[in-house]
């Protein structure tokens, strides 16, 4: 079985609750992975939107969230987690707001994709001190045994 990525808040492909967005609360969705494969050392998750500012012209991929080092025989995380919560051993990366943590979508137009990506790496990363999305993704070169993705979309309320 190929490893997954779900969420109880949106199915894959549907439609983010305003509750994890700039118009709601702005918390992280509960997410859930199964099938991690054998040999799994720990887990990345980055969650971006390619399609910054504008779906119909883009220029640009914002990122949302970024944690590395989950240990791999974590199941999840729960909504609305706080850094404190988080899996003993995790480490956060920057989000484009140039802060740790999650920020929502909060797309200036039209409806764009929230790629929550998971990967499954045969190592656990060195701390790279807050990494951008770029200097983690190059650290993970090499290292990745899975891949999984859950897409979820939104639109502002005009």
Request: charged letters at 20%.
């Amino acid at each position: 079985m190929p490893m997954t990525i779900t969420s109880s808040s949106f199915p894959h492909n549907g439609v983010i609750p305003a509750r994890h967005t700039c118009e709601g609360h702005d918390t992280s969705p509960e997410l859930f992975w199964e099938d991690v494969p054998e040999g799994t050392k720990s887990l990345v998750l980055i969650v971006d939107d390619p399609d910054a500012p504008d779906p119909a012209a883009p220029t640009r991929t914002w990122v949302h969230w970024v944690l590395y080092n989950i240990p791999a025989n974590t199941a999840g995380l729960t909504e609305a987690i706080a850094a404190t919560a988080l899996p003993a051993g995790t480490l956060e990366g920057l989000n484009d707001w140039q802060h740790t943590g999650y920020g929502g979508p909060c797309p200036p137009v039209g409806r764009h994709r929230y790629f929550h990506k998971l990967y499954a790496l045969d190592t656990v990363l060195p701390d790279l001190k807050q990494p951008t999305k770029a200097k983690l993704e190059k650290a993970m070169e090499g290292h990745v045994l899975a891949y999984s993705e859950l897409i979820g979309l939104y639109q502002k309320r005009q």
